[in-house]
């Protein structure tokens, strides 16, 4: 379970009695809306089914996957489904790779996504052995699907611009300048991120 709206907002008016650039996006760009999905394999599950597809393509498949494995769609039965009936379900050779792969580790015991470790960085070094989830993956589950309040994906192209919009930068900053950028929004940068998303086109600012 993501942030709430009231842990958002609460982070987001931290941040702003301290930093004004903070304070004027809020004040020009409204807040943003919670980002939210459901703790556990099948939304890990969905992030590879939609890696480089559009949207459309990643519902289809993901319905053609609830209609062959069921709705709940059991890690055991995925791993149990052949490779064509997969395929038929629009699962790349790729993606399968990456499916098993997180399927094998829930299974085995091996990744218990319900009790991930505390800290961040010891919990996205658990959700990085799944072959296909990178670093950015993992911090998007663990902010989206965990609600933990001080993840920061610098690396995403849309947090960099949204923080250069925010904070009236020449250019989109780097992934090491927003990294240093942040420090300050400790321990609310997961939901400056947030912020940040919400901004980064947004015509206010």
């Known amino acids: 379970m993501g942030l709430t709206v009231e842990q958002l907002n609460g982070g987001l008016e931290a941040i702003a009695e301290r930093d004004q650039a903070i304070a004027r996006a809020l004040r020009l760009a409204g807040y943003p809306e919670p980002r939210i999905r459901d703790r556990g394999y099948r939304t890990l ?16 498949t993901w319905r053609k996957l609830e209609a062959a494995l069921g709705e ?22 790729q993606k399968q790779g ?32 799944i072959k296909g989830i990178g670093r950015w993956s993992a911090e998007i ?24 919009r925010i904070l009236g930068l020449p250019e989109r900053p780097s992934e090491k300048e927003v990294r240093a950028l942040a420090e300050p929004w400790r321990p609310h ?17």
């Open 45 to 60: 599950l969905r992030t590879i089914v939609g890696q480089q597809v559009s949207v459309a393509a990643a519902s289809s």
């Open 72 to 93: 709940d769609m059991p890690p055991e039965t995925l791993l149990a489904a052949d490779f064509d009936t997969l395929r038929a379900c629009g699962l790349s050779r």
């Open 98 to 129: 990456y499916a098993r792969s997180l399927c094998e580790l829930v299974v085995s015991g091996e990744l218990d996504l319900e009790n991930l470790p505390e800290d961040d960085e010891e919990a996205i070094a658990q959700l990085v052995l």
């Open 141 to 164: 589950y663990l902010l989206f699907a965990e609600g933990r309040p001080d993840i920061w994906p610098a690396g995403d192209l849309a947090v960099q611009a949204g923080i250069g």
């Open 189 to 205: 940068r997961g939901a400056i991120a947030i912020l940040t998303w919400h901004c980064y086109n947004n015509a206010a600012l």
